[in-house]
Nanobody, 128 residues
Framework: QVQLVESGGGLVQAGGSLRLSCAAS????????MGWFRQAPGKEREFVAA??????????SDSVKGRFTISRDNAKNTVTVYLQMNSLKPEDTAVYYC???????????????????WGQGTQVTVSS
């Protein structure tokens, strides 16, 4: 059974930090590229960050570059992907989703339609 379970969301003041986690199991996710997306109320889901299967390549949206860091831990049965979010702004408020792309290369996918599996999301709220 494929599971992507996000955690770590919550309420934080502007300028604060949060670390999101995504535990992926049920497939050999160590061979998958992993990404984070977010969706604010009334807006489309948008790309935030992604990391290649080997962690050799990462890519960030311009809106989070320099503030967010994506990383991964390729353990044997469960892959965990992290999103360290610093200097948070009210405009970072959204539901954050973890996703997995079945591609084993150094390519870092950024489009929603490239991803095969999705988590249920975790709410991040940044107060001003």
């Amino acid at each position: 059974q494929v599971q992507l379970v996000e955690s770590g969301g919550g309420l934080v003041q502007a300028g604060g930090s949060l670390r999101l986690s995504c535990a992926a199991s049920g497939r050999t996710f160590s061979s998958y590229a992993m990404g984070w997306f977010r969706q604010a109320p009334g807006k489309e889901r948008e790309f935030v960050a992604a990391i290649s299967w080997s962690a050799g390549n990462t890519y960030y949206s311009d809106s989070v570059k320099g503030r967010f860091t994506i990383s991964r831990d390729n353990a044997k049965n469960t892959v965990t992907v992290y999103l360290q979010m610093n200097s948070l702004k009210p405009e970072d408020t959204a539901v954050y989703y973890c996703a997995a792309d079945r591609i084993r290369s150094d390519y870092v996918p950024t489009r929603l339609d490239e991803y095969d599996y999705w988590g249920q999301g975790t709410q991040v709220t940044v107060s001003s």
